[in-house]
């Protein structure tokens, strides 16, 4: 079992940045990756990036591409998301998944665990 608990939203200014963090605990040593995932008020989730714990494979949504990062420290088995020029349409409420098996990063039923969420509000 995964737990995983994300922290660092909040609201900001558009054009502003957050920084994410998602803590994963438990039996983290078979994980294949990590990913954030949104959801806006009304909108289905959607996948934003994705970082495999290996670190060889990293992957953006088209809409965050260059402005977000994705990282992970295996040390302390935490992902980050760092979100810069934020945009209105980027607030979401954002859940940090995990995943054991392989195959497209954006594919949610792959994930087994999931997050309670963190509230992102970006203002204009």
């Known amino acids: 079992q995964v737990q995983l608990v994300e922290s660092g939203g909040g609201s900001v200014q558009a054009g502003g940045s957050l920084r994410l963090s998602c803590a994963a605990s438990?039996?983290?040593?078979?994980?294949?990756?990590m990913a954030w995932f949104r959801q806006a008020p009304g909108k289905g989730r959607e996948a934003v990036a994705y970082?495999?714990?290996?670190?060889?494979?990293?992957m953006y949504a088209n809409s965050v591409k260059g402005r977000f990062t994705v990282s992970l420290d295996n040390t302390k088995n935490t992902l980050h998301l760092q979100m810069n020029d934020l945009k209105s349409e980027d607030t979401a409420m954002y859940y940090c998944?995990?995943?054991?098996?392989?195959?497209?990063?954006?594919?949610?039923?792959?994930?087994?665990?999931w997050g309670q969420g963190t509230q992102v509000t970006v203002t204009s």
């Open positions: 438990g039996v983290t040593d078979n994980l294949a990756g």
């Open positions: 998944a995990a995943r054991r098996g392989w195959g497209n990063w954006y594919d949610q039923p792959l994930y087994i665990y």
């Open positions: 970082r495999s714990m290996s670190g060889d494979s990293t």
